[in-house]
């Protein structure tokens, strides 16, 4: 049932703030999930108009990654957890990686519920200037049918060099 997905995607938003505030910095940093519609033009014109002109500032890459679950689970085992308090409390480098790997695991799981009546085409991976801040923003939309599931995480630390 679509109320299914939708209360499951309100649950990965408030998962994906959660771990915002964990990571430090939480006037920085934006992580949320959301559904907006798909514009028949591309996905930049739909994260345009989801946003508006005046808080979308454009875009700098788009890729479309086809088989995107091991690409997405690497990604956002790689945006999640960099800033983590446990670092300064001793936390090891490997415990951190398997933490991170088991959160992006989680985000994965709850993904895979919220798309459960719609499998998802493919996953376009968005770079983009956000906001009155102009604060680098990196998007990951799962393009299912009608509409995307859109995953946002925005601080600049977060994005790897292209």
């Not at 430090?24 to 999930?33: K, L, N, Q």
Request: charged share 25%; proline share 1%; glycine share 6%.
């Amino acid at each position: 049932m679509k109320d299914d997905s939708d209360l499951m995607i309100a649950r990965l938003d408030g998962f994906l703030e959660a771990l915002a505030a964990i990571d430090g910095a939480t006037r920085e940093r934006v992580f949320s999930a959301f559904t907006m519609d798909v514009d028949q033009d591309d996905i930049a014109s739909s994260l345009k108009q989801f946003f508006g002109d005046d808080a979308f500032l454009g875009v700098s890459t788009i890729n479309q990654i086809i088989e995107w679950d091991s690409y997405l689970e690497r990604e956002l085992a790689q945006i999640t957890l960099n800033d983590l308090i446990g670092k300064g409390a001793g936390v090891g480098s490997s415990q951190l990686d398997e933490r991170k790997r088991d959160v992006a695991f989680r985000i994965m799981d709850m993904i895979s519920f919220a798309s459960e009546q719609q499998q998802p085409k493919c996953l376009f991976d968005v770079k983009a200037r956000f906001g009155s801040a102009n604060v680098e923003t990196k998007f990951f939309a799962l393009h299912l049918g009608t509409r995307y599931l859109v995953l946002q995480f925005s601080g600049s630390e977060y994005l790897a060099p292209d």
